[in-house]
């Protein structure tokens, strides 16, 4: 087959590496580590690599920006400094409230929560959105499994929520962190059903004009309007720093054409950094 051109190489998993290390044909491996939220891309001693630092979406007035978040990953992982698409300007909007930002493109999250939040009143509003499908996965089962912890008192399974064992000691967290809406939701019974009728709301895929999704699922997509609400450039403890970084970064590089972050996200992302251990994801 002569050489291969492997694109997206950043997320191929070792055993790809085992069996291309001995195609004889070589091999040209091409990527952006910085989209490898989990963990740090391979080295492949035997192929040559290209790392992305042109952008092919994200325009050039947003290079300050997508550049600082780069700066707080512990150590850079390419060579050259970012550049964006000259083939646009890329517009920066700085906003207030959720309520600020359009109901068109992609609009992404740090928390499971506040999606869950905005997907129930970007619904009352009649908007024509959907759910990333793994976005909605998680969504789904953090909630039902909010719902029985509150009415039968079942121990959570998924990794954010297993610490907790009573109702009243997970809803005091929710409150703490900004969730009491969604407290004063599950006590008043919410359901299982109430989350199907959520999700039978969303547009059909491909018709939907709102696209909602966790930061860690945004990648291989482009959006003309990306917006990054609050809850991107804060995390709970639980995430390592450079994963952090780098799902801010995906989601920053989606747009082409209008970007809309709060006023201040990334010094609330450096404040954040400074709040999390020192420690890394690689």
């Known amino acids: 087959m002569g050489t291969l051109l492997i694109d997206e190489a950043h997320d191929l998993p070792a055993p790809w590496y085992g069996l291309l290390r001995r195609y004889p ?35 050039v007035r947003v ?18 400094e970012f550049r964006g698409s000259r083939n646009r300007a890329t517009r920066y909007h700085a906003y207030e409230q959720n309520a600020d930002l359009p109901l068109t493109g992609l609009r992404a999250y740090g928390n499971a929560w506040a999606l869950l939040e905005d997907a129930l009143r970007v619904k009352a509003k009649g908007a024509q959105f959907r759910m990333l499908s793994a976005s909605e996965k998680v969504v789904v089962q953090m909630a039902e499994e909010a719902i029985l912890l509150r009415k039968y ?37 919410f359901s299982n059903d109430d ?47 450079n994963e952090l970084v780098k799902g801010v970064y995906v989601a920053m590089t989606r747009v ?26 690689d």
């Open 153 to 189: 008192g079942d121990r959570p399974t998924h990794y954010h929520l297993r610490r907790f064992t009573q109702w009243d000691e997970f809803a005091d967290h929710l409150a703490r962190t900004g969730y009491a809406s969604l407290v004063r939701m599950f006590e008043k019974a």
């Open 195 to 241: 989350l199907k009728v959520l999700r039978n709301g969303q547009a059909p895929d491909g018709a939907q004009q709102l696209t909602l999704g966790l930061l860690e699922h945004c990648k291989n997509m482009e959006f003309s309007q990306v917006a990054m609400t609050k809850c991107c450039f804060t995390s709970p403890n639980e995430r390592p720093k």
């Open 63 to 80: 290079e300050p920006m997508i550049r600082r978040t780069m700066g707080f990953h512990d150590g850079w992982l390419v060579e050259g």
């Open 25 to 59: 044909g070589g091999w040209l491996a091409m990527g952006d580590p910085y989209q490898r939220i989990t963990g740090r891309a391979s080295q492949v001693p035997n192929a040559r690599s290209l790392v992305m630092t042109q952008s092919v979406r994200a325009g």
């Open 256 to 281: 082409e054409n209008d970007l809309w972050m709060p006023g201040d996200a990334l010094d609330r992302l450096s404040d954040q950094l400074g709040n999390l251990d020192d420690y890394s994801d």
